[in-house]
């Protein structure tokens, strides 16, 4: 008997630190059940994106307008362009801005002025309604176009280094969030009618391989208004952040599609994440505090401690 309970003790030691690593993984990663986001700007309108340059400064779609965010919350606007969407800052410093009112991608200047067109037709058809974009680590980027796509008429396009833009995916409802993960050989796409993430291998940079469904997210529920993925972005992990609009979270999903958690977003309508800050271990959130149209808008902030997301100008997406 005594040597029957000791081999027992050993095993339960011995399970305890088998069990340990995962543990600790657990804890530091996603031990923030009491995670609270802290607003840091108000806007009286929906805000639609955010990003940051090197110096740490953010920019922010509401509108008819794009403001700079400071580290300390203050905001000015920076650029009018007429309903810009989503925004991506180039290593050169110019800027490439979805403006649906332009049916186009716009390049702005470091201080804000339009510039030019980066994108306004696809193989001689002009675009809908552009909505988000990420760069390709080679030179050019993918954006979204959902124009009229809740019955299967959405795209993704493609606009290689030269300047020209060529169709990439289409048949999809409502393409929204897109992003490249940082070695450039997968996109991933928010397709909003479906509430799921599509994955795409790239086989050369605007050429995709088939459609693939990483994940389908959870549903609305009590007090929440929608289910539609939004803006996406990574942590230096490869989890995949998805501003979930609608249901007031931010979804986290892994390398292989489980679904890890949910963070409280602070804004009913959340639209866009990325991260900021000066170690980009803090999310920050995009949306609406009510229903998109009619509430206002604002930027919330996740600070996460042990998370963290690619420095602005390193190979994000």
Not at 226 to 255: T, W
Request: proline letters at 7%; a positive charge.
């Amino acid at each position: 008997m005594p040597s029957r309970i000791s081999r027992d003790t050993l095993e339960l030691v011995l399970s305890s630190f088998r069990l340990l690593p995962l543990v600790v993984w657990s804890t530091s990663l996603f031990a923030v059940d009491r995670l609270q986001p802290v607003e840091v700007a108000r806007f009286p309108v929906f805000t639609s994106s955010i990003v940051f340059d090197q110096q740490g400064y953010g920019y922010v779609s509401h509108g008819r307008f794009i403001s700079r965010l400071s580290t300390d919350g203050k905001s000015a606007i920076w650029a009018e362009t007429g309903a810009p969407r989503g925004h991506k800052i180039l290593p050169d410093g110019t800027h490439l801005v979805c403006d649906p009112s332009h049916r186009a991608v716009l390049r702005l200047d470091r201080q804000g002025k339009t510039i030019g067109t980066a994108s306004s037709e696809s193989e001689g058809k002009p675009l809908h309604e552009p909505e988000d974009l990420t760069l390709d680590p080679k030179g050019g980027f993918y954006f979204t176009d959902p124009g009229g796509s809740r019955d299967g008429t959405g795209a993704i396009h493609f606009v290689d280094p030269r300047g020209k833009t060529h169709l990439a995916a289409s048949g999809l409802h409502y393409p929204n969030g897109i992003a490249l993960r940082p070695d450039g050989k997968t996109l991933l796409v928010a397709e909003g009618m479906r509430n799921r993430i599509l994955t795409y291998d790239v086989v050369a940079p605007g050429r995709l391989g088939p459609m693939k469904v990483l994940a389908t997210l959870p549903v609305k529920q009590s007090g929440q208004i929608d289910n539609q993925p939004d803006g996406l972005c990574f942590d230096q992990r490869g989890n995949l952040y998805v501003a979930h609009n609608g249901m007031k979270v931010v979804e986290v999903i892994s390398r292989k599609g489980r679904w890890i958690r949910q963070y409280p977003a602070g804004l009913l309508s959340a639209s866009s994440v990325a991260f900021g800050g000066p170690k980009t271990n803090q999310l920050y959130i995009t949306g609406g505090l009510g229903e998109e149209g009619k509430s206002q808008g604002g930027v919330f902030r996740l600070d996460l401690r042990s998370v963290r997301g690619i420095p602005p100008g390193g190979a994000q997406k």
